[in-house]
Structures are given as C-alpha cells and as structure tokens.
C-alpha cells in the first residue's frame, strides 16, 4: 500500500509542476498578447487622423480609411478570443469594455463612410481617440502583470 501511494506520489508531483509552468507560460503569453494589442492602438491613434484628413477629398484614401477601420474592428475580435488567466481577469474585463465601445463607435464611422457623410470633425468628435487612449492607459499595468 506505501508503495502505491508513494508511486502515485510520485507521479502526481511532476504533473503539478507541468500545470505550473504552464500556467505561468499562459500568463506571459497573455501579458504578451495585450501589450502587443494596446501597441497596435497605439498606432491607430496614430494612423487614423492623417487617414481621416487624406480621405476628405481622396476616393481612395476614404477606401484606405475604411479598411483601416476594419482591421481595428478585426484586431478587437481576435483579442476577444484571447485566454485570460485567472489573475488579469479585471484588467481584461477593463480592456474588453473599451474594445466594446471602440467597436460600437467604429461601427458608427464605417456606416457615416459608406452614406457618404465622413469628415474629419466627425471622427475628432467621436469618442475614438478617447477611448483608444483609455486603452493606451492600461499599458503600465499590462506590463506589471509581465514582471
């Protein structure tokens, strides 16, 4: 009887420290997958006013704006597919809420863009680039959660 327990023992021991570390692989990996993501809306604040300026009188430059546009939406979608340990569950629920209403107010300039009514004032009106910069803000603690 020891020697079935202990063998059980034994066995059981590796298999906790193989869920360690994968758990901790899991972690940096979405650590990882969110800094990347908030760079790439750090470039969308970036991209999208000179866009949005160019596809004012460029047929286009509105095309370019708009797939732009698509690829933030598309971006947003593959980072809500994202596996989110256990500890960075608020954060991400933080991240999730701005990408929603990113989503919601890109949707709105995509519908503007195809009636034809686009300007620049429209998206300087919108809450885009606030709520890129409320995504850009969770950067430092993302790259705490990576420490």
């Known amino acids: 009887m020891k ?3 202990l063998a059980l ?29 908030i760079n790439d809306a750090s470039q969308w604040a970036q991209d ?7 596809a004012v009188n460029d047929p286009q430059a509105q095309e370019k704006l708009s797939q ?6 598309q971006s947003i979608a593959d980072f809500g597919k994202t596996e989110v340990p256990g500890f960075a569950q608020g954060l991400h629920e933080q ?5 929603a209403s990113l989503n919601t107010q890109v949707d709105e300039l995509q519908q503007r863009i195809e009636a034809g009514e686009f300007t620049p004032e429209l998206l300087q009106n ?5 709520t890129i910069q409320n995504i850009q803000g ?9 420490q």
Request: glycine fraction near 6%.
């Open 3 to 5: 020697k079935i327990i």
């Open 9 to 37: 023992t034994l066995f059981a021991v590796p298999l906790a420290g193989c869920s360690a570390v994968e758990e901790v692989n899991r972690s940096v990996g979405y650590t990882s997958d969110a800094v990347a993501y």
């Open 48 to 54: 999208i006013p000179q866009l949005a300026q160019n």
């Open 68 to 73: 732009e546009l698509d690829q933030v939406q």
């Open 95 to 99: 991240l999730t809420g701005y990408n």
């Open 126 to 130: 919108s809450e885009v680039m606030q």
């Open 138 to 146: 969770l950067m430092d603690q993302f790259q705490q959660l990576g």
